[in-house]
Antibody
Framework: QVQLQESGPGLVKPSQTLSLTCTVS??????????WSWIRQHPGKGLEWIGY???????YYNPSLKSRVTISVDTSKNQFSLKLSSVTAADTAVYYC??????????????WGQGTLVTVSS | EIVMTQSPATLSVSPGERATLSCRAS??????LAWYQQKPGQAPRLLIY???TRATGIPARFSGSGSGTEFTLTISSLQSEDFAVYYC??????????FGQGTKVEIK
């Protein structure tokens, strides 16, 4: 059973960089076949896909956040990470990591982390 | 970017009754549509993919239909554990993956 777990600071100051890590267990990121995504949910709101990374390091980001987002992978630790720079209060959200299987037609997110709340405040 | 629009925003239903939720895509997503259930404080859980295929362990009272731009999630007889927020998501034209804004199913 694949499990994903987010970790990182729950409070970030405005203008600083938000950094989160997702640790994957029950499966290896480096086995391929999956995209590893970050998704966020503003309080009481819907879901916003931030971007994904493949084990090789190739990434794709949501154009709306692209200028501030970096996703990286550490296959030796079976982890992938999110950095979001120049944060404001509008970046306050629950951040989820999730997995989707790679397929020609695309697939849904089948495994999710439990989510971690990040608050941007001074 | 494909915009997903869900209706209604809130659906009030009595236990045992049927609930019908709608999701519309701004352009065709074929059958590449998923439904998720989210309860307070929890991550979304995959219910339906391919517009109509139940994910592993999902009860038969959940069913999905539609293709192209119009989709429906039906819960045939609402149980107490089904009161939650439901999201649709397209994975046809991507990136970015896009979600609907959600439908809250509440107890009437």
């Amino acid at each position: 059973q694949v499990q994903l777990q987010e970790s990182g600071p729950g409070l970030v100051k405005p203008s600083q960089t938000l950094s989160l890590t997702c640790t994957v267990s029950g499966g290896s990121i480096s086995s391929g076949g999956y995209y590893w995504s970050w998704i966020r949910q503003h309080p009481g709101k819907g879901l916003e896909w931030i971007g994904y990374i493949y084990y090789s390091g190739s990434t794709y980001y949501n154009p709306s956040l692209k200028s501030r987002v970096t996703i990286s992978v550490d296959t030796s630790k079976n982890q992938f990470s999110l950095k979001l720079s120049s944060v404001t209060a509008a970046d306050t959200a629950v951040y989820y990591c999730a997995r989707e299987r790679i397929a020609v037609a695309g697939t849904p997110f089948d495994y999710w982390g439990q989510g971690t709340l990040v608050t941007v405040s001074s | 970017e494909i915009v997903m629009t869900q209706s209604p925003a809130t659906l009030s239903v009595s236990p045992g009754e049927r609930a019908t939720l709608s999701c519309r895509a701004s352009q065709s997503v074929s059958s590449n549509l998923a439904w998720y259930q989210q309860k307070p404080g929890q991550a979304p859980r995959l219910l339906i993919y391919g517009a109509s295929t139940r994910a592993t362990g999902i009860p038969a009272r959940f069913s999905g239909s539609g293709s192209g731009t119009e989709f429906t999630l039906t819960i045939s007889s609402l149980q107490s554990e089904d009161f939650a927020v439901y999201y649709c998501q397209q994975y046809n034209n991507w990136p970015p993956r896009t979600f609907g804004q959600g439908t809250k199913v509440e107890i009437k």
